[in-house]
């Protein structure tokens, strides 16, 4: 099962984002998904994630109020939506696939990974 996550870049300061997450049907239809990011020399750290309707979300303080992450079950996408983006905010974003229908913050609740999308966001 792969997922395959795309939409980084190099942005200024303030600017925005959207990142995608694609997957095969099988993986998302009944899952919540949630976005990790990894910083250079810093852990893996939780920064949204979405049920499988859609209908609960949660972010992590760092980025509440900045982004926002939805999905659409037709198409199997999940986004995130990320603007007022701060140079904290680099790092390689990964989407993840958990192992139930229920939204979480823990890594250790997802399954599958997509492979990162690199963010860097210039002052």
């Known amino acids: 099962v792969q997922l395959q996550a795309c939409g980084g870049g190099l942005v200024q300061a303030g600017g925005s984002l959207r990142l995608s997450c694609s997957a095969s049907?099988?993986?998302?239809?009944?899952?919540?998904v949630g976005w990790f990011r990894q910083a250079p020399g810093k852990e893996r750290e939780f920064v949204a994630t979405i049920s499988w309707n859609g209908g609960g979300t949660y972010y992590a303080d760092s980025v509440k109020g900045r982004f926002a992450i939805s999905r659409d079950r037709g198409a199997h996408m999940v986004y995130l939506q990320m603007s007022s983006l701060k140079p904290e905010d680099t790092a390689v974003y990964y989407c993840?696939?958990?192992?139930?229908?229920?939204?979480?913050?823990?890594?250790?609740?997802?399954?599958?990974w997509g492979q990162g999308t690199l963010v860097t966001v210039s002052s």
């Open positions: 049907r099988r993986t998302f239809s009944n899952n919540a």
């Open positions: 993840a696939a958990a192992r139930s229908a229920t939204s979480s913050a823990a890594s250790r609740d997802y399954a599958y």
